[in-house]
């Protein structure tokens, strides 16, 4: 392994730039020096690393030099714009937004389900979109013992997917409408508090979101499989943290939901919750600050002949941004892939 690793976090003052160093921390990555990054605006402000501080230092084209791994969570277009000068500088960039996902240059990785693909990696290696991690972590494992045909998707998404505005929003809108004042609208297109949300991300020509369309064409390329038909809504719900989805399979043979049980209480990254007489089911309020992906209300779709019906619940913070991203670079580390083949690859 690589000696005196340096890791840079960008976006180190967002709702996941702040969970991925506390990632980091608590994981003990075997780090010498990290690095906080933001824009100019929090630049000289700190963030906590365990029970030290970091200086968060403002993101330049120059701030690579000598960092080794640099895990990007601060949007699109700052992504775009500066990962091609990590790579320049020999740094390896584990992206979080969905800019570099559907390159064919940059592996898209869940390390649970697709780690083989990250030897391919140039430079960039994306990390998926959260609820399309979380529904995959879950069927993966069901995937291989009955390959699924198709999939029917309807998330309950936490406001904390939109990072620390959308956290925000949601906190004054509630405190607003106690205290009998009608909150403004400034980061979502209507009142998030105590309503439900069909819109995430921006519509698209065929009226899915791009979200949405995230789900279908991420699946296909982490499970290499084009042929899977995937269909997605997508709604954002007054919840802090932790997606919910409502998942509907069709495999191409016949698996019960106590089988689906059995493989899914061995699986990796996965816990069954799963007793309905005991109303004991994942709860968003529960998965929040967890780890794992929870998988219950599993049941035999009735309607069709190979069908299941399954309810996913993940921190989406967590294992939905920083999280996998942490575990895409410890996995660069244990498979001894942390250099850059061409580092003008993507200027
Ligand atoms: P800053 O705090 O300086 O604005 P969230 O998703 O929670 O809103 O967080 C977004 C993160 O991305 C923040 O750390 C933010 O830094 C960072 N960020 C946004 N735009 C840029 C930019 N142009 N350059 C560097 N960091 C950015």
Not at 87 to 99: P, T, W
Not at 223 to 242: L, N
Request: contains cysteine; negative net charge.
């Amino acid at each position: 392994m690589k000696e005196n690793l340096v890791v840079a976090v960008v976006g180190a003052t967002g709702a996941v730039g702040r969970e991925m160093l506390n990632t980091l921390y608590t994981r003990n990555f075997p780090a010498t020096t990290v690095k906080a990054l933001a824009s100019s605006r929090s630049a000289g402000t700190k963030v906590p690393f365990g029970d030290e501080e970091l200086l968060v230092e403002e993101l330049t084209e120059n701030s690579f030099e000598g960092v080794d791994i640099a895990i990007f969570s601060a949007g699109g277009g700052t992504s775009t714009k500066f990962a091609p000068y990590a790579v320049k500088s020999g740094c390896i960039v584990v992206d979080n937004s969905s800019a570099w996902r559907m390159d064919k240059r940059c592996p898209l990785i869940i390390p649970e389900v697709n780690a083989h693909t990250l030897k391919e990696h140039n430079g960039i290696i994306a990390n998926p979109n959260c609820s399309t991690i979380q529904m995959l972590v879950a069927l993966k494992p069901l995937h291989d013992v009955a390959p699924i045909k198709r999939i029917v998707v309807s998330t309950y998404q936490a406001v904390s997917g939109t990072g620390q505005k959308g956290i925000q929003e949601l906190e004054t809108q509630v405190r607003k409408l106690f205290n009998g004042i009608e909150p403004e609208n400034e980061v979502y297109p209507h009142r998030i508090a105590f309503n439900c949300l069909p819109h995430i991300d921006v519509f698209l020509d065929n009226d899915y979101t791009k979200e949405e369309m995230k789900m279908v064409n991420e699946t296909n390329k982490i499970f290499e499989d084009d042929s899977i038909k995937v269909t997605a809504t997508c709604v954002r719900v007054p919840v802090f943290y932790s997606h919910s989805e409502s998942i509907n399979i069709e495999t191409t043979k016949k698996l019960t939901a106590k089988e689906a049980r059995a493989i899914l209480a061995k699986a990796e990254g996965v816990q069954l919750y799963d007793n309905p007489k005991e109303n004991m089911y994942p709860l968003a309020g529960d998965a929040a600050g967890e780890d794992d992906v929870f998988v219950g209300r599993i049941r035999e779709d009735e309607s069709i002949e190979n069908g299941l019906n399954l309810w996913v619940v993940a921190d989406n913070v967590r294992k939905g941004a920083a999280l996998n991203a942490v575990q895409i670079a410890e996995k660069l580390l244990e498979m001894n892939l942390v250099h850059v083949k061409d580092r003008n690859l993507f200027m």
